[in-house]
């Protein structure tokens, strides 16, 4: 048989060359296909639901620091407070995030947070809390980059004169939906009695010279002077 | 330059590569066959309802009254919270379902004394466990996780 010298046979250089562009694509071709099956998408982690329930508890979590504001706020606290608590707030909620394998950030911009008690004059009076929390968790089996926009009032209004008696309204408004707040506490001092009629609507007699307080849900205050 | 249908070597070149080709094609498919047909079963799962109760308990504001009851030693409001929480676990598990929840403080990460729910309920070794966190409790900071446990008995 002939002896040929693999540097001077073009047909087997090319036929090498191919055959190590084919190896080069399959390689390729099965790296590709992997990781399409490992993406949370096709292949969720056995916990994958529990991971976005910890993500939705988290969202509540700061909900709930919005609460936390407005009650503090009603009852006296300062701007520099209120910082306190979404630093604290925010802190603990990170670390129990990466306590269930869900490194995160959690973020926001003091600028941008809003909080404002209206004077107890003016009807309606008005407690109210906004800021933007940016959400960054970088973990293997979820993704998530989000900045949440939280804006959080609480309202008391009077009516005028209907019938015989007078409304007080109490209200909520969260991210631009109002709903009526039925079992908040309304006390009217000097002492006037008030029926709580259930649909965020308290009938009582009103007149001017009085003080009417309110108890919202959070142990949030409202004060109203007539 | 010879015509292909001359040319016996680039004849067999073209068929091996075709054959290449068509293994390729064929062992993708396999892999992906198995793939699909290896996915784990689909069990039941009741983790979801449970989150969902906790969920609605904790907007209808009843997480944090239990554990502000439970901080006052306000016995009655306690027994009342504790049967609340009670219908709405056991109303999310299938009639064989057993639970028991305690909280803990996330600050100091201690448990909170008095918090427990069905305590003397030893788990089963399938048990899965829930974690969900509060962060408000009557207007006040103070963090708390509550430590779910749920399995059904007899599995």
């Known amino acids: 048989m002939k002896k040929v010298s693999l540097t001077k046979n073009k047909r087997g250089q090319v036929f090498l060359l191919l055959s190590i562009t084919i190896?080069?694509?399959?390689?390729?071709?099965?790296?590709?296909?992997?990781?399409?099956?490992?993406?949370?998408?096709?292949?969720?982690?056995?916990?994958?639901?529990?991971?976005?329930?910890?993500?939705?508890?988290?969202?509540?979590?700061?909900?709930?620091?919005?609460?936390?504001?407005?009650?503090?706020?009603?009852?006296?606290?300062?701007?520099?407070?209120?910082l306190t608590i979404m630093d604290e707030g925010l802190e603990l909620i990170e670390a129990y995030l990466d306590d269930h394998n869900l490194p995160s950030i959690l973020t926001y911009d003091d600028v941008n947070l809003i909080i404002a008690n209206s004077s107890t004059a003016l009807n309606p009076v008005y407690i109210h809390f906004e800021v933007e929390v940016s959400i960054h968790i970088n973990s293997l089996d979820l993704y998530y980059d989000s900045v949440i926009h939280f804006n959080t009032t609480y309202y008391m209004e009077t009516s005028g004169i209907i019938g015989n008696l007078n409304y007080v309204y109490l209200y909520k408004e969260a991210n631009g939906v109002k709903t009526m707040v039925n079992n908040g506490i309304v006390a009217i001092s000097p002492s006037t009695s008030v029926t709580n009629l259930g649909d965020g609507r308290y009938s009582a007699d009103l007149a001017s010279g009085q003080l009417i307080t309110a108890l919202l849900p959070h142990n949030i205050w409202l004060w109203l002077e007539i | 330059m010879k015509k292909l249908t001359k040319n016996r070597k680039a004849q067999l070149f073209i068929i091996e590569a075709f054959i290449a080709v068509s293994v390729m094609i064929i062992m993708v498919t396999a892999l992906y066959e198995v793939q699909?047909?290896?996915?784990?079963?689909?069990?039941?799962?009741?983790?979801?309802?449970?989150?969902?109760?906790?969920k609605s308990l904790d907007n209808q504001n009843v997480l944090d009254g239990y554990i502000y009851s439970v901080l006052n030693s306000q016995t009655a409001n306690i027994t009342y919270y504790r049967t609340v929480i009670e219908q709405a676990i056991y109303g999310s598990l299938p009639d064989n379902g057993e639970f028991n929840l305690y909280y803990e403080n996330l600050v100091t990460s201690l448990e909170i004394s008095g918090s427990w729910m069905n305590q003397h309920l030893t788990p089963s070794t399938e048990a899965i466990g829930i974690d969900y966190i509060i962060s408000e409790v009557n207007g006040e900071l103070i963090p708390c996780t509550i430590h779910l446990k749920v399995w059904l008995k007899g599995v």
């Not at chain 1, 390729?28 to 529990?50: G, K, L, M, R, V």
């Open chain 2, 36 to 54: 699909i047909a290896t996915q784990p079963p689909i069990e039941a799962n009741y983790q979801e309802e449970v989150y969902t109760a906790l």
């Open chain 1, 23 to 82: 190896l080069i694509f399959l390689i390729i071709i099965s790296a590709t296909i992997f990781q399409i099956t490992q993406s949370p998408y096709i292949n969720p982690a056995p916990n994958q639901h529990q991971l976005y329930d910890y993500l939705d508890n988290s969202l509540n979590a700061i909900d709930d620091l919005s609460n936390v504001a407005l009650s503090q706020l009603s009852l006296g606290a300062s701007r520099n407070d209120v």
